[in-house]
């Protein structure tokens, strides 16, 4: 088992911190929450890695939750979905 000791930083917005990345929940969540709520230093992370990229290129946020619709074992066919929606956006 893995112990988590919470920090208690606070958590932003990835849409209003981050606001060039594209974000992928999953089409059910996406359509409830609209956005993802990370820890503000690994939001601060993902904007000096953005600062770092050529011209032309976005980072995607895309966040999967294991459940029980899409076990571990399905997750071939999640990254090649993945695959063609980032290959679409160059």
């Known amino acids: ?17 981050c ?3 594209k974000i992928d929940l999953g089409g059910r969540r996406m359509k409830i929450e ?7 230093t690994v939001a601060e992370m ?9 011209r032309g290129h976005v980072l995607y946020y895309w966040r999967r939750m294991e459940t029980s619709i ?9 990254y090649e979905t993945f695959f063609k929606k980032i290959s679409q956006l160059v």
């Not at 993902?46 to 050529?54: D, N, Q, S, T, Y």
């Not at 899409?70 to 999640?78: A, E, F, I, M, S």
């Open 1 to 17: 088992m893995i112990n988590i000791k919470e920090c208690n930083e606070s958590l932003v917005d990835i849409k209003k911190f």
């Open 46 to 54: 993902i904007l000096r890695a953005e600062k770092e990229l050529p």
């Open 70 to 78: 899409c076990p571990r074992g399905d997750y071939k066919v999640v």
């Open 34 to 40: 609209k956005t993802a709520y990370l820890r503000k």
């Open 19 to 21: 606001p060039n990345i």
